[in-house]
């Protein structure tokens, strides 16, 4: 059994799995019974001014029979008091001392009302602080969350206030709606975080009803942008975790989230630079006690890689990312169909002819059975036909041999040399 | 036509030049592909024509004579 224990920024907890800022952790009762079901941190549900909400508030994207491929909200930080807020997260301190409780926080870009905040719920024995500058609708519209999340200057002034008041670490929860993540998790930085998070949810509409046309989710019949997150945006989590990883300004530890719903989603997160990943959508979806599995995989995988502490795993593919430009242009790949387990769908085959580089020739053998080939010669090795084939093992990617490497930043470096020929 | 095979053509005739003594000594480069200057040794008396220009279209193509250039440079160094 690996050590599954996390020293984030100074936060301890038992295991990487923290419950991020969100419904599951609304109130003690739950962040309690997540605890109890094996989770090793919460970032309890935005404290601030208590807001109101809407009714309704969620929307769910399913795709082709996938339920929840992606998940819409219109909720705003907690709507109840601190003192109450304050009082739970107490209680839930005592019970599980050794557990990871943050509290998100969220007010508006004033010194004094960091200071106030931060003080107050540091009294209750919090282990660190996640100051929310990424929620993207309402709060955004009075000047919170993310409409000072996108402004470096603001990240950093606010961050340098949160940190004047703050004994515990302080983490950075930035937005992803904005071009560049690591301008604002570098002003962070500059601002004293002890960490950051990424990412809040995504601007977002889920749709629109064909019957009444209204927006969904809709407030009788009106509708706002809302946050989107769950499985489909864990590849623009993945990579702004990553750019922020490689960055070499971006030197404190990154608490991973969206779209997280398994052991291995968690793993890649790791893998480019994750000291702990946070958790929303999976449990609201599938309930506190997935993270048996996310902790048993977790285990199993490291065992078997012969791993025996996080920090063996934690950063280990972040130097692999890097620009385009660094890539290597003779590198070469190509589709190789195997006959034996191809169904002959000819999916592949539409593909590269509609989309791609015509390639995959559609044949009949001597004693008249239909198959398909590769012209390897002219494969570019895109991966269209192996991610469009619907079978297992039908089509692998191989390498073929291709001489010495070249990139693009010295192939441009090259032709530009003066060329001497005598 | 395929386009190994179009890369072929424009491969063989970059062979050609470089198997009668020529190196590329200009590379430009715009929306019509690229444009190789190629040239050979004054020494080489025999030969009256010293430059050579060829308009390569294929992205292979491309990339086939950018590693020549990377290793006719490091040949220089
Ligand atoms: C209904 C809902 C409410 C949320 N409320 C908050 C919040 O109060 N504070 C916060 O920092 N993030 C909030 N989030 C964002 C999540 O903490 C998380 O960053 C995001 O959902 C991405 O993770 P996921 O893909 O696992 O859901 C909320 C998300 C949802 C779905």
Known sequence: ?422 | MSSYKEFLKEKEKIDELYENGYTITHVREDLSGAFLTFERSKLDLKNKEQRKELQILTADARKYFSNLLIANQKKLV
């Open chain 1, 1 to 422: 059994m690996a050590d599954l224990r996390v020293n984030f920024a100074g936060i301890q907890s038992p295991n990487p799995f923290w419950l991020a800022s969100a419904p599951p952790t609304n109130s003690g009762y739950q962040v309690q019974r997540a605890f109890e079901a094996g989770w090793g941190g919460a970032v309890w549900k935005t404290l601030g001014e208590p807001i109101l909400n809407v009714s309704s508030r969620f929307a769910g994207t399913h795709f082709n029979g996938q339920r929840v491929a992606g998940f819409n909200n219109i909720e705003l930080i907690t709507d109840r008091p601190l003192e109450e807020n304050l009082k739970e997260i107490y209680e839930t301190k005592k019970r599980f001392s050794n557990h990871a409780v943050i509290a998100s926080l969220m007010v508006e870009p004033k010194q004094e009302k960091w200071h106030e905040i931060v003080k107050r719920v540091q009294d209750v024995g919090v282990d660190g602080f996640e100051l929310n500058f990424g929620c993207p609708h309402g709060m955004a519209e009075r000047g919170m969350g993310s409409a000072s999340g996108q402004v470096p200057e603001l990240v950093e002034k606010q961050t340098y206030w949160a940190k004047e008041a703050a004994k515990v670490p302080v983490i950075v929860k930035l937005t992803p709606n904005i071009t560049d993540i690591t301008a604002t998790a570098y002003a962070a930085v500059q601002g004293g975080a002890d960490a950051i998070s990424m990412i809040n949810t995504i601007n977002s509409l889920a749709g629109v009803d064909l019957d009444s046309w209204n927006t969904i989710p809709h407030v009788a019949g009106k509708g706002a942008h809302g946050g989107y997150c769950g499985p489909a945006v864990k590849p623009i989590a993945l990579n702004m975790v990553a750019e922020c990883a490689r960055h070499p300004e971006i030197n404190v530890p990154i608490s991973g989230i969206g779209g997280i719903s398994t052991w291995k989603d968690a793993v890649e997160f790791m893998l480019m630079g994750a000291g702990s990943v946070q958790v929303c959508t999976a449990a609201m979806h599938h309930g506190f006690s997935i993270v048996e599995d996310m902790i048993d995989g977790l285990n199993n995988y490291l065992d078997s890689k012969g791993i025996a502490a996080l920090d063996g795993l934690i950063g280990q593919s972040v130097e692999k990312y890097s620009d385009w430009g660094n890539l290597d242009l003779n590198y070469k790949i190509v589709a190789r169909i195997n006959n034996d387990v191809c169904i002959n769908c000819n999916k592949c085959h539409i593909a590269c002819e509609d989309t791609s580089h015509q390639c995959i020739d559609m044949l009949t053998s001597e004693n008249g059975n239909a198959y398909l080939e590769v012209r390897e010669e002219d494969c570019v090795g895109c991966n269209l036909c192996s991610i469009v084939c619907p079978v297992d093992g039908a089509i692998d990617m191989v390498e073929i041999p291709n001489g010495e490497p070249m990139t693009w930043n010295e192939r441009q470096a090259a032709i530009k040399l003066p060329i001497c020929n005598s």
